[in-house]
């Protein structure tokens, strides 16, 4: 997959992929260094992954640090932003594509913290580092976006509600983003090969991720993906701030 954004056109620029260790993230993160801004890794608790990569772009003239944090713990974040604050000054670009909830040995209401609270809260934090003309992008899933309206598999519904209270939260944000001049956009993406949620899914439901297949036509893999989150951050957004990747013809609109 070569990269969706121009060489160069992202000179000055500074960004934040949150969970961009591995995965998505990390692809996402990497099209952004290589059209030259400047980038921040954030990791839980890959760091020796985020620091390689953090490394590789390096090699390659980029700009790139690390920032561990757990999305779940204010302290972590405050922490995460004041190294931002200290290393680059500011943001232009904030994707919010770490999630979770389907990890094993974690608290009940652990999806809902990550994946609605923490967003919210990390938002907040990040606004005074976000300049005029700024672009929030978060990332979810069809499953999540249309949970509403489409049933998923149960093994995969704590989460998709969680996903979809943490957009509806993030969307009622768009009011006071707008006053701002920082606009805010959501990328809704089928299931992705070779991510850990499919990989989760899979084991827990054998033949579900074939089976979306199947139906969907085709599956994007994480670096076709990761693309589509990173023109999402250049590219114009549309009137219901939401950028669909994949077919979405199974899903019930509401």
């Known amino acids: 997959m070569s990269n969706p954004l121009t060489p160069g056109s992202l000179t000055g620029k500074r960004v934040l992929v949150t969970g961009s260790s591995r995965g998505v993230g990390a692809d996402t993160v990497s099209y952004f260094a290589e ?46 932003f004041e ?28 999806a809902l913290t990550l994946n609605r609270d923490a967003q919210v809260d990390l938002l907040t934090e990040a606004l005074p580092l976000l300049q005029p003309g ?13 949970i509403r309206t489409t ?12 996903k979809r209270a943490g957009e509806d939260a993030l969307r009622e944000l768009i009011p006071k983003l707008d006053e701002a001049g920082i606009s ?18 899979e084991r827990a439901n054998p033949g579900a991720i074939s089976a979306r297949k199947e139906s969907a036509g085709r599956l994007y893999n994480v670096a076709e993906f990761a693309a589509e989150v990173a023109l999402a951050a250049v590219d114009p957004i549309p009137a219901d701030h939401t950028r669909y990747v994949g077919d979405i013809s199974d899903f019930a609109h509401a």
């Open 35 to 80: 059209a030259g801004a400047s980038v921040v890794i954030n990791f839980r608790n890959k760091e020796a992954r985020a620091v390689k990569l953090a490394d590789k772009l390096r090699a390659e003239g980029a700009t790139a640090i690390t920032a561990g944090a757990d999305l779940t713990d204010a302290g972590s974040v405050a922490v995460l």
């Open 184 to 201: 805010f956009v959501v990328v809704s993406g089928d299931m992705i090969e070779g991510t850990i949620t499919a990989t989760l899914l």
């Open 134 to 146: 700024s672009r929030v992008v978060f990332v979810t899933s069809h499953q999540a976006h249309f």
């Open 83 to 110: 190294t931002i604050r200290r290393e680059l000054g500011g943001l232009d670009i904030l994707v919010l594509n770490a999630s979770g909830g389907m990890e094993s040995g974690m608290a009940a209401d652990y």
């Open 151 to 162: 049933e998923t598999m149960p093994e995969y519904e704590p989460v998709a509600l969680s």
